[in-house]
């Protein structure tokens, strides 16, 4: 930008009138910040605890596999980043899936692949969300309840035909 305001290609003019992109800048600077502030006062290892002392599978690891998969999707809701995600929890899910007997390989793809929902899911969660949302397509309510409602779907997909593929590709017996 700093390049192309040198250049004379845009105006100052043109880059304080263009409210999306202040608007992205805004949202991604304050989901980002407030993630950041989550890890630092340990937030998630907090939240690995509680689930490591609350959630008693006793053998079923096929439930464990599920219910961990679920928990990722309500968790993404926090993150504005995939990778901010992947790095703070991913290890999270993964402890617990190991302690629950849940399938290791299988849990791991379906907590990659569920990683991708975060666009889905709100505004914020992914690349062309603040852009979408920033010049005014989608109201917040519309976003989370049509993202809500793909989320489940894909959800459902993932668990149903995912699973069976990955079986079919890798030839390991999952579950």
């Known amino acids: ?99 629950s007997g849940a399938p290791l390989m299988l849990t791991a793809l379906a907590l990659l692949f569920s990683n991708s929902y975060g666009g889905m899911v709100t505004h914020y969660g992914g690349a062309a969300g603040p852009v979408i949302f920033g010049v005014g397509y989608n109201d917040i309510k519309s976003w989370w309840l049509v993202g809500a409602v793909l989320t489940i779907l894909t959800f459902l997909v993932h668990i149903t035909l995912g699973v069976w593929w990955w079986n079919m590709l890798i030839g390991w017996n999952m579950l």
Not at 4 to 20: A, F, P, Q
Not at 62 to 75: D, P, T
């Open 1 to 99: 930008m700093a390049t192309m305001l040198l250049l004379g290609i845009v105006t100052w003019e043109d880059v304080v009138k263009n409210k999306g992109g202040w608007n992205t800048l805004i949202w991604y600077g304050g989901i980002i910040g407030l993630s950041s502030l989550l890890s630092k006062v340990k937030f998630f290892e907090w939240l690995a605890e509680v689930f490591k002392n609350n959630l008693a599978f006793d053998g079923h690891g096929n439930v464990a596999f599920f219910v961990i998969i679920f928990l990722s999707i309500i968790v993404r809701y926090f993150f504005a980043s995939g990778s901010a995600y992947i790095v703070a929890m991913l290890p999270v899910f993964a402890m617990l899936a190991n302690v």
